[in-house]
């Protein structure tokens, strides 16, 4: 099992409609980034949360860090075929004698039909 | 700016053969990370590094191994090759930690035969 688990999967959704994904842990972090990843591409951040119950707009996607620091969402309102991608998030976790590692989840890959 | 850069791009193996994958970055970051990425389960942490001459062991460390000699280097090796390690590596960098932005590498598409 991995450490922060993102639902759903996968998402196939009509232009124009909204989503919600979640990413989930028992483990409490010291922050949240959100990342989206083109096909043969890595990772490029979108967003960092770090205090619990944050809020962050960037234009149609809103991010929310859980107030526990445990779990956070991505919302995006009207979605467009240029949102399609996987969304991945990632937290931030120390580790004594080992330094603050950043965890990802397992992704959520969205397609967004025209 | 090159950013983060990952040599090779793609490797075909055979099961017993070693490969090292090379990460060099020119951000002046401090930590480093290798993943690897499968089908269905995200990005999964191998090793990483907070600094020069240190290593530590993230998720799924079994049958890897990592130096990291200069700040801007960071190698990954693979002692004895296996097919459960086909999979696409990335390698990262970031100023300060987890809570700083991490840049990725194109990935290195690995398949072992």
């Known amino acids: 099992t991995q450490l922060l688990e993102q639902s759903p999967q996968f998402l196939s959704i009509q232009e124009g409609e909204n989503l919600t994904v979640y990413c989930n842990s028992s483990s409490v972090f010291s922050s949240l980034q959100w990342y989206r990843q083109e096909p043969g591409e890595g990772p490029v951040l979108l967003v960092t949360?770090?205090?619990?119950?944050e809020v962050k707009k960037l234009k149609r996607l809103t991010f929310q860090f859980g107030d526990a620091r445990k779990d956070s969402s991505l919302h995006i309102t009207a979605a467009q075929p240029g949102d399609t991608g996987l969304y991945l998030c990632?937290?931030?976790?120390?580790?004594?004698?080992?330094?603050?590692?950043?965890?990802f989840g397992g992704g959520t890959r969205l397609m967004v039909k025209p | 700016n090159a950013g983060v850069t990952q040599t090779p791009k793609f490797r075909v193996l055979k099961t017993g053969q070693s490969m090292t994958l090379l990460c060099a970055q020119d951000m002046n970051h401090e930590y480093m990370y290798w993943y690897r990425q499968d089908p269905g389960m995200g990005l999964r942490l191998i090793h990483y590094s907070v600094g020069e001459g240190t290593t530590a062991k993230g998720e799924v460390p079994d049958g890897y191994n990592v130096s990291r000699l200069k700040k801007q280097n960071f190698l990954l090796g693979l002692e004895s090759a296996a097919p459960s390690q086909t999979s696409v590596y990335f390698c990262?960098?970031?100023?300060?930690?987890?809570?700083?932005?991490?840049?990725f590498g194109q990935g290195t598409r690995l398949t072992v035969v």
């Open positions: 990262a960098s970031n100023l300060a930690g987890g809570n700083t932005e991490a840049f």
């Open positions: 990632a937290g931030a976790l120390f580790r004594y004698n080992a330094g603050n590692m950043l965890t």
């Open positions: 949360v770090v205090t619990g119950g």
